[in-house]
């Protein structure tokens, strides 16, 4: 369990949009961190590979957490992403479907 300020900053580190672009590669995951690090880094989010396992590590800190549908709704209702990424609402809507019916 981690607490909402544990929350708050692990969804910060992550970053909204690359939180929901990469659930469900993270969700289903059942290789090594290492691998997953470098493919994420490999479609360039970040400049550097830390910022990629940064990302990913605070992804997997949320999912494991069972805080993956909160996140999802936070992104869905946040007016920032879905300016910056117009198809964001309808994503997490989908993905909340899905994975939390």
């Known amino acids: ?5 544990q929350f708050e900053d692990a969804f910060t580190a992550a970053g909204g949009w690359f939180f929901l672009t990469q659930f469900e590669l993270i969700k289903a995951w059942a290789g090594s961190k290492t691998e ?3 493919m994420i880094y490999s479609k360039g989010f970040d400049a550097k590979r830390t910022g990629s396992n940064t990302r990913v ?3 997997i800190r949320i999912i494991d957490a069972g805080r ?8 869905r209702d946040s007016k920032y992403i879905n300016r910056e990424h117009p198809e964001a609402e309808h994503m997490a809507s989908e993905l909340l479907s899905k994975y939390f019916g």
């Open 1 to 5: 369990m981690i607490t909402d300020k």
């Open 36 to 38: 997953l690090v470098e």
């Open 57 to 59: 590590s605070s992804s």
């Open 68 to 75: 993956g549908k909160e996140a999802l709704i936070k992104i």
